[in-house]
């Protein structure tokens, strides 16, 4: 034992401080049944249950020698190379401990792409292996654990970058011992950040298409997708995206792509190109910017450009946020300008700012180019003692059909509680709004509103466990300005006064009853703001029930000098038990009679089930039926190997389905297959996944955005 221990240390010595004009090399640990030292060749010779040990990597075997001269470790017979997280097995390994890498023939590992997936098995005739990749030749894999599996891929030569990636070159797929499909490059991503795609589909409007993309990794920090789109009816569509990552949180990237539409008629092939800059360095703030070209061409051959810039910034906490997209396209240039922004201010405390819209959209004619818009631009205030809102809303569309209202501005100060001498405690809202209405273009009529709003908080006068009585009054004033052929002045005055009794006849239902009289002095002309205001006495009822499964509510009303009776409206939430829901709401005019009225009943008897009815009825109507559908969403298991998914949605108001999916999965050991129909689009499509890497399956559904669209 001594002397063993004494060879043990003299080699590791050897192999420190010896050779010194050659590269430094680490200590080397060795454990084995018997162990040996060969003076006349200086090497060491280790027999049973060998254990070497050096930098990161562990080598096992039955039988291993090292040369000190060379610096070279031969092991044979069930040899295992152990680095970091995997495990290559083999016959024989050859290793140079100057150059840290070595070889290992025949090979095999397991490998694990995902934590929900199954094991993949790889086998190579040699494997070369270096720090930070492997190099396999002649591979073979397989994600199916039959002796006779399923399917299998067969490559030239393999990259094995552990916990990062695989990629292959040269590679077959085989089904059933045939060759079915070849790929001069593939990449097997084992951090879920790549993704082979092939979707297969047909649909009535669109006919056949066919969908193939892979990724490919040059490097950690180059990398992009190869992607192409055969179609029926749509043309066929080839693209190549690549990304550079310039820093851990900046990328640069770039797509280029070819449609051809020879054989739809159109000779003339159309391109585009595409670059974008995504940053997140800033801790505050995100930046996006790309710009989008295609080029298009007419069956004449005129080109003309499609053109898409986009700069979007995104901030957190107080800095500002915008998205903004600028568009031209068309022969005589058509141009869009959207932008969306929001910014909670600093500088100014509890502000925030708001603007959205189309501020640009130039459509050109047989005379001139006409330009339309419509944007919203909204900014809130908030004080400790009052909150100030500013609206301003403009539109202008050429031929549009429908009315357009603008707000510019509409202005709206709030004082939730002013203490006012001998009144007590008020609250004040303030309005100043100019509005104008358009149609087709044209100035049809305008206003101005200042509108002065004064609520006495309310007073309780008296109550207890089960009843309340308070008190309550309001001023309004009105002054409004319309426009026809000029302008026309006229002003309100209303005083209401009233009190308001509750009545809790258990912890579940009460009522309230709202009595008031309100006198009224001049009025508005043509009412162009909707400021109805009643003049005489009023008496308002609410009745509700509130419990654990049911909430009930019906709201009416009467004003007494003109004898109106208000509509009655009528909600109702019944929920028995989480598996049933049924929600009803309805409203009755006592002239015109039952107004909308839904319902929606929704039935869960388990949780691969869910049944619905949804139905709306305004007998107003020349066609009274507003909504009738019938949605059903089921899973079942057919058999121990198909399982069906079902997601329909009849409308009976359109005679027809309106959402109807059917999708059958079949498990195939190890794979499965699903095929999916889609009734209303009438599109088939199949989707073939590999339990081995289910996250990027040679899937025949693409993820979102993989589908290239026209």
Not at 190 to 218: I, K, M, P, T, V
């Amino acid at each position: 034992m001594a002397k063993l221990t004494m060879l043990l240390m003299s080699f590791i010595l050897v192999l420190v401080v010896g050779q010194p004009v050659r590269a430094k090399t680490m200590p080397v640990q060795i454990a084995a049944d018997h162990i040996s030292y060969v003076d006349h060749t200086k090497s060491l010779e280790c027999n049973g249950n060998v254990v070497i040990k050096y930098q990161d990597l562990i080598i096992k075997a039955d039988y291993a020698t090292i040369d000190q001269n060379q610096e070279v470790l031969l092991a044979k017979n069930k040899v295992s190379v152990i680095k970091d997280d995997y495990t290559l097995q083999g016959d024989s390994l050859l290793y140079y401990f100057q150059k840290q890498e070595g070889r290992l023939s025949p090979a095999q590992t397991l490998i694990k792409a995902s934590a929900k997936a199954e094991t993949l098995k790889i086998t190579a005739e040699e494997v070369l292996f270096e720090e930070e990749v492997a190099l396999l030749q002649d591979t073979w894999m397989t994600g199916c654990d039959l002796a006779k599996p399923h399917y299998h891929f067969t490559a030239k030569r393999v990259k094995y970058y552990p916990e990062q990636r695989i990629v292959f070159y040269h590679v077959w797929y085989h089904e059933h011992g045939l060759k079915l499909l070849y790929l001069p490059y593939y990449v097997l991503p084992l951090n879920n950040d790549n993704r082979f795609e092939f979707n297969l589909g047909w649909s009535e409007q669109g006919g056949w298409d066919l969908y193939l993309g892979y990724n490919y990794a040059l490097t950690d920090h180059n990398y992009g997708k190869f992607k192409s789109s055969l179609t029926e009816k749509k043309g066929n569509k080839f693209g190549l995206e690549h990304i550079t990552k310039l820093t851990p949180k900046s990328k640069f990237s770039q797509e280029y792509s070819l449609l051809d539409r020879g054989y739809l008629g159109n000779p003339h092939r159309n391109y585009s190109y595409r670059f974008a800059y995504e940053n997140r360095d800033f801790t505050k703030l995100k930046l996006d910017a790309s710009l989008l070209n295609w080029r298009y061409h007419t069956l004449a051959g005129e080109p003309y450009d499609h053109r898409t810039y986009q700069l979007n910034l995104t901030g957190l906490n107080t800095y500002p946020s915008l998205y903004s997209k600028y568009q031209i396209t068309g022969l005589r240039p058509f141009r869009v300008l959207d932008v969306n922004s929001y910014w909670s201010t600093k500088f100014w405390a509890n502000t925030n700012l708001f603007v959205k819209g189309r501020f640009l959209e130039e459509i050109p004619d047989a005379q001139a180019a006409r330009e339309s818009f419509n944007y919203r631009i909204s900014l809130t205030k908030r004080w400790s003692w009052s909150n100030l809102q500013v609206d301003y809303n403009e539109t202008k569309l050429f031929n549009n059909p429908n009315t357009i209202i603008n707000q510019r501005p509409n202005i709206v100060w709030t004082v939730p509680k002013w203490q006012l001498p001998l009144i007590g405690p008020v609250k004040l809202v303030a309005n100043y709004k100019y509005q104008e209405t358009l149609s087709l273009t044209n100035f049809n009529n305008a206003g101005i509103r200042m509108a002065y709003d004064l609520t006495k908080l309310p007073v309780t006068l008296w109550q207890n466990q089960k009843l309340q009585l308070t008190l309550n009054s309001q001023f309004k004033y009105r002054e409004v300005y319309t426009h026809n052929d000029h302008w026309n002045g006229s002003e309100m005055y209303g005083l209401s006064g009233g009190i308001a009794f509750v009545d809790r006849f258990t912890k579940h239902f009460r009522t309230e009853v709202h009595a008031g009289y309100t006198q009224k002095w001049g009025g508005i002309r043509d009412n162009y703001f909707g400021d109805y205001l009643y003049n005489g006495t009023y008496l308002d009822n609410l009745w509700k029930w509130q419990s654990q499964h049911l909430t009930a509510t019906l709201k009416t009303g009467y004003i007494v000098e003109t004898d109106t009776k208000k509509p009655i409206d009528l909600t109702l939430y019944w929920s028995p038990s989480p598996k049933e829901r049924l929600s009803f709401k309805t409203t009755y005019d006592w002239v015109q009679e039952l107004g909308q009225t839904d319902l929606s009943l929704k039935y869960n008897p388990n949780p691969q089930v869910l049944l619905a009815v949804n139905l709306g009825y305004n007998p107003r109507y020349v066609a009274p039926w507003t909504r009738r559908e019938f949605e059903v969403q089921t899973i079942n298991q057919l058999t121990t190997k198909i399982r069906s998914q079902i997601i329909s949605r009849y409308d009976f108001f359109r005679n027809g389905f309106s959402d109807a999916k059917i999708r059958l999965i079949f498990d195939l050991h190890c794979r499965q297959l699903a095929v999916d129909y889609d009734w209303v689009a009438k599109r088939y499509q199949l989707q073939l996944v590999f339990k081995a890497f289910p996250d990027l399956p040679l899937a025949l559904n693409p993820p979102v955005g993989g589908q290239i669209s026209f």
